[in-house]
């Protein structure tokens, strides 16, 4: 599976961005897909998930509950993650991933990344 992100950049403190992971294949293929993030000096964290295998239950890190939104379109093979109310501490290079094993499954998708065996380039948010 083939993921490239868009959609970072940077934005003013109370703004929004949507980011875009387009996948190469299906992702209902998948376990889990998700939304991870790394800021300079800190360990890359789980921001939103996806677990597939009970239908697409969503699941947020408490930093951004309430403020993001994870989504996905089938028919277009990609995976949204919509941030509104931004932070600096949003600040981040943002990775999409993917799981196609068995191991994570519901909220777990949000702390197994590394049992993700797909992940995209990564894009850039900044909020000042």
């Known amino acids: 599976v083939q993921l490239v992100e868009s959609g970072g950049g940077s934005v003013q403190a109370g703004g929004s961005l949507r980011l875009s992971c387009a996948a190469s294949r299906n992702t209902y293929s998948s376990n889990c897909m998700g939304w991870f993030r790394q800021a300079p000096g800190k360990e890359r964290e789980g921001v939103a998930a996806?677990?597939?295998?009970?239908?697409?239950?969503?699941y947020y890190a408490d930093s951004v509950k309430g403020r993001f939104t994870i989504s996905q379109d089938n028919a277009k093979n990609t995976v949204y993650l919509q941030m509104n109310s931004l932070k600096p501490e949003d600040t981040a290079m943002y990775y999409c991933?993917?799981?196609?094993?068995?191991?994570?499954?519901?909220?777990?998708?949000?702390?197994?990344?590394?049992?993700?065996?797909?992940w995209g380039q990564g894009t850039q948010v900044t909020v000042s």
């Open positions: 991933a993917a799981d196609t094993g068995t191991y994570c499954s519901g909220g777990y998708c949000l702390r197994c990344q590394y049992e993700y065996n797909y």
């Open positions: 996806i677990y597939f295998g009970d239908g697409g239950s969503t």
